[in-house]
């Protein structure tokens, strides 16, 4: 059996290795937006579904995660910006306000299958156009939902508090997936 993560992110890849430094990556494009129709909730979850059933016909003996992260506020998804202009413009709107992050993830092991997610409330300092602009300008919230990522807060400090998991907020929240993966292989 090997360990499958089915996600491009970076991110997630980096985190994969503290539940194992043996993984292969493997990904197929599928359509997000679609999703969005549904509750955030079941957003995440249908897609971290939908990421993981494209790859599963090429590893049906390994055990396969699959991850999607998606920022709320008032309700409302908040997906990668655009460009700088839309970052820029997502920022502003997260400025000093409380929203959430929800992880929905998917491991599947042979005719096993766990899907859930991890919600956490992040909230924003005051935000002035100085700090956007540099933090925009500076490239990492072009590919990130909710155009910002935890891990820039000490050099861009955008957080003023994370409740919950942090690695969540990141877009894997490792302790809940570990353990969720020692239950399906039992």
Do not use: C
């Not at 970052?87 to 929905?104: C, D, F, N, P, Q």
């Not at 991890?118 to 925009?136: C, G, M, Q, R």
């Amino acid at each position: 059996m090997k360990y499958v993560l089915a996600s491009k992110s970076p991110r997630r890849q980096e985190l994969m290795k503290i539940i194992s430094s043996d993984f292969i990556v493997a990904t197929e494009d599928i359509d997000e937006e679609s999703s969005y129709k549904l509750s955030p909730i079941k957003a995440v979850e249908d897609i971290a579904r939908r990421k993981g059933e494209a790859v599963e016909k090429y590893y049906p003996e390994d055990l396969i995660i699959s991850a999607d992260t998606i920022v709320v506020l008032d309700n409302q998804i908040i997906g990668k910006p655009i460009d700088e202009l839309d970052a820029k413009r997502i920022l502003k709107e997260l400025s000093g306000k409380a929203h959430y992050v929800h992880t929905g993830f998917r491991i599947k092991y042979l005719n096993k299958e766990i899907i859930s997610h991890v919600t956490s409330e992040v909230i924003f300092n005051e935000l002035s156009d100085e700090l956007i602009n540099k933090y925009v300008k500076s490239g990492s919230p072009l590919d990130k939902a909710g155009a910002y990522g935890v891990q820039d807060n000490g050099k861009f400090p955008i957080i003023k508090k994370v409740i919950g998991s942090v690695d969540n907020v990141v877009g894997f929240p490792v302790k809940e997936i570990k353990e969720l993966i020692e239950q399906i292989k039992k």
